[in-house]
């Protein structure tokens, strides 16, 4: 009969150790450490960018980056976290602009800054090449920023480390909201579907559906045909 | 078309997105010129005004990842030659392969840092559109014309960046106190080059952005020269000195103004392809 | 040497004790009129160690043209002893001299135009 070995690994939260199962995620291994969430943490599915973590591993000099519910722990990690980028957002109206470079230097002149020096990229934990993005919006190719920052969650990462004070992620959120709106097919289903929730085609099923009591909701719930 | 000359192209930021009708009307010249510009595949910004402060490597950066990239393009079509429609991209773009190939330290430290591509080895050659159109010949280029625009008066603007400052050697294209190659250009192309004092001096560059008044008071200088010599246009070598000039001519009454134009739209004109000149010119 | 004009070498690998104030730059200087003291006189206050030097406007009016390196007989790259000067003061934390997002007529500036204004005038 094989043992399985249940190895533990040693973390520093803030500084402080603690001795935790080597299994478990930055995030589970902080609520082990009987430390509860009330901010940084969110989808726990590494989507929502909320638990940028900041992390060392002892006798490396570098600091990596990644996301607290995603990453596994690793012995000798000294670790930090960052929730939140206070960035500034600046207000656009994509109705009033046009798919072009020009318009997205206009709300982030700072991208002229981009010195080409790719820390963005490294600091990135979902293995987008931002430098390249950028570069493709100063190159006027919006359509490849585009592709190349979709799996974008706005964790920030990018935008600390970036000397010139660059909002990566605000950025490619308006090349990716210019392009949708004016370069892509606009979907005919979503139209259509838009068009018969304003006919009230749905009215009937959602006053049903709100007066209906939470015990009937969940019944109706578990039996609804993708869970068959 | 007969390809004479195949080289790499660095496009440079203001000619893509806001007059993309220069790039336009140089293509239309190269194809009957015989000049094949190939584009380096992700070209990074070249920073517009290169840093004068020796210890400022980090503003090398976007101009080596340019070069790397040429590095490699070039070896599959077999040049080394880039050559650039911008004069400040120009100016930069020298300036740096200049600093990279005296300066072994720098090379080395800028390479060790770059640690995602490979090393570059300075071995390219940064040209202006002007010295490709020079080496090609402009008697070659006389020979394609179609359309001599006899008559027309065309002020030489040559601006900072072609010929200035001149170290590291080799960044002018052109004697920096009395250049010629412009005035060449335009007899190649059947028009007549005029007296122009004011053809070096700086148009204020960077200065349009916080201190306009600046370049409206070296615009209006630059405009009124051109007017002594009798100028019914000015041609430009440069996307920023081009914006700064209009800015100037905007400040002027209609009778003092200058229209300006890219060198390269009225060599497309004379060779008979599309120029892209706005209708008023 | 003084720490002013050190930190000039430093930073420019200018000498500025190599200059004899002859004056070919300011009289090439086509942006005078609107600076507060002239490139040569600039460059006496670096040798005096006048650290007024930096309070000038001259060096934030230079728009980096290179006609005053290219006449200097002394071989001096006065624009980049220009350079220097801003340098020192961009350098200094919590210094601004531009506000980005306070540009007017952003609308219809180029690219290549404000890549160069914050290239030049921050870090």
């Known amino acids: ?228 | ?281 | 040497m003084n720490e002013l004009a050190e930190r000039v070498k430093e930073i420019s690998d200018q000498n500025v004790y190599s200059c004899y104030q002859c004056g070919n730059c300011s009289a090439g200087c086509m942006f005078t009129d609107e600076m507060d003291t002239l490139p040569h006189q600039v460059i006496t206050l670096v040798q005096m160690e006048d650290k007024e030097a930096l309070e000038k406007n001259t060096s934030w009016i230079c728009a980096s043209c290179f006609v005053c390196s290219v006449r200097c007989p002394r071989g001096l790259d006065v624009a980049a002893i220009m350079e220097a000067l801003r340098e020192i003061k961009i350098r200094e934390r919590g210094f601004r001299k531009i506000d980005l997002r306070k540009i007017k007529d952003i609308e219809k500036l180029p690219q290549i135009a404000i890549t160069a204004a914050a290239q030049k005038f921050t870090w």
Not at chain 1, 20 to 44: H, K, N
Not at chain 1, 218 to 226: A, G, L, Q
Not at chain 2, 62 to 77: D, L, N, P, T, Y
């Open chain 1, 1 to 228: 009969m094989s043992e399985k070995k249940k190895t533990m690994a040693t973390i520093y939260i803030m500084g402080k150790a603690y001795k935790v199962p080597s299994t478990l995620t930055i995030m589970e291994s902080i609520e082990y450490a009987g430390y509860r969430f009330i901010r940084g943490c969110g989808c726990r599915g590494g989507f929502c960018g909320a638990c940028t973590t900041f992390y060392r591993i002892k006798s490396d000099y570098k600091l990596y980056v990644d996301l607290a519910c995603q990453k596994r722990v690793e012995d000798e990690m000294y670790i930090v976290q960052l929730p939140f980028i206070p960035a500034e957002k600046p207000k656009w109206d994509l109705d009033k602009m046009k798919p072009t470079t020009d318009e997205v230097i206009r709300v982030f002149p700072e991208i002229t800054r981009c010195l080409s020096c790719n820390v963005c990229t490294e600091a990135c934990p979902q293995d987008i090449e931002v430098m390249r993005a950028i570069q493709a919006i100063r190159r006027g190719d919006l359509e490849d920023a585009v592709n190349l920052t979709f799996d974008c969650v706005a964790c920030g990462a990018c935008s600390i480390r970036c000397p010139a004070e660059i909002t990566h992620y605000q950025a490619f959120q308006l090349a990716r909201g210019l392009y949708g709106k004016y370069r892509t097919i606009p979907s005919k289903h979503l139209l259509k579907r838009i068009e018969e929730i304003k006919e009230g085609k749905f009215d009937d099923e959602i006053t049903r559906l709100v007066n209906t009591s939470t015990e009937k909701l969940e019944e109706e719930y578990k039996k609804r045909e993708v869970e068959k």
């Open chain 2, 1 to 281: 078309m007969v390809i004479m000359v195949e080289v790499l192209y660095y496009p440079g930021c203001s000619l893509r997105n806001t007059y993309p009708e220069f790039e336009k009307s140089t293509y239309a010249a190269c194809e009957k010129l015989g000049i094949n510009l190939v584009e380096i595949p992700e070209w990074n910004c070249c920073g517009v005004v290169p840093s004068l402060a020796a210890d400022n490597v980090m503003r090398h950066l976007g101009a080596v990842r340019s070069f790397i990239k040429a590095q490699e393009k070039g070896k599959e079509i077999g040049t080394n030659v880039v050559v650039t429609l911008c004069s400040m991209c120009y100016n930069v773009l020298k300036r740096v392969n200049l600093i990279l190939k005296e300066q072994v330290d720098t090379l080395k430290n800028v390479n060790d840092f770059i640690d995602d591509q490979p090393d570059y080895v300075p071995e390219l050659e940064i040209v202006h559109f002007l010295n490709l159109l020079k080496n090609v010949g402009f008697d070659k280029v006389k020979e394609r014309i179609v359309t001599p625009l006899r008559g027309l008066k065309v002020a030489p603007y040559y601006g900072c960046a072609l010929l200035r400052p001149d170290r590291p050697e080799g960044v002018p294209i052109d004697d920096p106190e009395n250049p010629t190659v412009i005035e060449d250009l335009i007899r190649s192309i059947g028009a007549e080059p005029v007296e122009f004092p004011f053809r070096t001096e700086c148009c204020g560059n960077y200065h349009i952005v916080f201190e306009p008044s600046i370049v409206e008071m070296r615009t209006k200088k630059i405009i009124g020269s051109a007017r002594l010599g009798k100028a019914d246009v000015i041609l430009s070598p440069c996307p920023l000195c081009t914006y700064n000039l209009q800015h100037g001519n905007e400040t002027l009454d209609r009778s003092e103004q200058v229209p300006v134009v890219f060198f390269t739209q009225l060599l497309a004109l004379s060779l008979g392809v599309k120029s892209h000149l706005s209708t008023e010119i």
